[in-house]
């Protein structure tokens, strides 16, 4: 049976962290322990972000909504219950993005959300 190494698996592995590992300061580029801590680090970083980046743009949403909401006479909850009672189904990125681009659509929605909350 012809002798084998485990040569072509290692560098294939060595070679996949250095690639990741393109552009770190010092050894955390060149060598194979501290890049492999780097970037095992990093794909944590990467999956634990990708999560709170979208608690991260929700909290955005709100705070527009909000200052939106408060120059038309109304607290965010008291607008987004309007709205729901009214049966406007537009999602918190919608409405902040109505608030920043398009203020006049976003106070007639204020409008009615009033009414609502006026009538019950």
């Known amino acids: 049976?012809?002798?084998?190494?485990?040569?072509?698996?290692?560098?294939?592995?060595?070679?996949?962290?250095?690639?990741?590992?393109?552009?770190?300061?010092?050894?955390?580029?060149?060598?194979?322990?501290t890049a492999k801590d780097a970037v095992e680090k990093g794909w944590e970083h990467a999956y634990r972000d990708r999560k709170n980046k979208k608690r991260t743009f929700r909290r955005?949403?709100?705070?527009?909504?909000?200052?939106?909401?408060?120059?038309?006479?109304?607290?965010?909850?008291?607008?987004?219950?309007?709205?729901?009672?009214?049966?406007?189904?537009?999602?918190?990125?919608?409405?902040?993005d109505l608030a920043v681009r398009n203020p006049e659509a976003f106070s007639a929605l204020a409008n009615r959300a009033k009414e609502q909350l006026e009538k019950s």
């Open 60 to 96: 955005l949403w709100i705070t527009r909504i909000n200052a939106a909401a408060r120059q038309n006479q109304l607290s965010y909850s008291h607008f987004m219950n309007g709205l729901k009672k009214s049966g406007v189904a537009l999602n918190r990125k919608a409405l902040a």
């Open 1 to 33: 049976m012809p002798r084998t190494t485990s040569a072509p698996a290692r560098n294939k592995r060595k070679k996949k962290i250095f690639k990741e590992a393109k552009g770190y300061f010092g050894g955390r580029k060149n060598l194979f322990r």
